[in-house]
């Protein structure tokens, strides 16, 4: 079963900030975060493994919350070039290997 | 490195007959991945390979698709025969090692009339 990624769309301007959550209904063992610009390939960002630890990356980064079943993808101070889709992969079998995408979500930033 | 190297880029063949798309992952990679990305559904895992060996193709949709890995420079990825449904982006994706990260190559843009 797909984790369900909220907000399903967000429009920012340049420099706000966005919060984007992963939530899944089985139990957690890693989080993968990906970026996908229009037309292109799913380009990694981060992982995010069991422990709850919040990794970063330039000016995005991420927490996972292992009771929770859930992970955040956090952008502050929005760049243009942040624009694109957002998806997580969730390990919910303790392989690593078999990823479930989530439904995605789509960040627009503006001028 | 090149990165994962996919071809065709596109793909149009009308229904009924056989597909074959292929992969050439970086080298060095242990797992493979094949996944299909359409609005509908998503990116979903059709069949993942590690050291070349078929590990999981629970995601594969039928019989009509199959995958080889015959080496660890190429795999394949084969529709037959084809059917207006399986009209979506296939993507195919390598890593080095256990939860590392997955590089994805550009796709092939599949589009069965």
């Known amino acids: 079963q797909q984790p369900v990624q909220s907000p399903q769309a967000v429009i920012l301007r340049e420099g706000e900030d966005a919060v984007i959550n992963c939530s899944s209904s089985?139990?957690?063992?890693?989080v993968h975060w990906y970026r996908q610009k229009h037309g292109e390939a799913p380009v990694f960002l981060m992982i995010?493994?069991?422990?709850?630890e919040q990794k970063g990356h330039e000016k995005i980064s991420a927490s996972f919350n292992e009771k929770k079943q859930q992970s955040s993808l956090y952008l502050t101070a929005s760049q243009l070039s942040y624009s694109g889709t957002y998806f997580c992969?969730?390990?919910?079998?303790?392989?690593?290997?078999?990823?479930?995408f989530g439904t995605g979500t789509r960040l627009q930033v503006t001028l | 490195d090149a990165g994962v190297i996919q071809s065709p880029r596109h793909e149009v063949t009308e229904m009924g007959q056989e597909v074959t798309l292929r992969c050439k992952p970086i080298?060095?990679?242990?797992?493979l991945f094949w996944y299909r990305q359409t609005m509908m559904r998503g990116l979903e895992l059709l069949i993942y390979?590690?050291?070349?060996?078929?590990?999981?193709d629970s995601g594969m949709p039928e019989d009509r698709f199959s995958a080889k890995m015959p080496n660890a420079s190429f795999s394949t990825l084969k529709i037959q025969p084809s059917e207006p449904r399986d009209s979506a982006v296939y993507f195919c994706?390598?890593?080095?090692?256990?939860?590392?990260?997955?590089?994805f190559g550009n796709g092939t843009r599949l589009t069965v009339t």
């Open positions: 995010l493994l069991k422990g709850g």
């Open positions: 390979f590690n050291n070349n060996v078929p590990i999981d």
């Open positions: 992969g969730t390990d919910n079998t303790g392989t690593a290997s078999k990823l479930t």
């Open positions: 089985k139990a957690l063992y890693s």
């Open positions: 080298s060095g990679h242990d797992y």
């Open positions: 994706a390598s890593s080095l090692v256990y939860n590392s990260p997955l590089h």
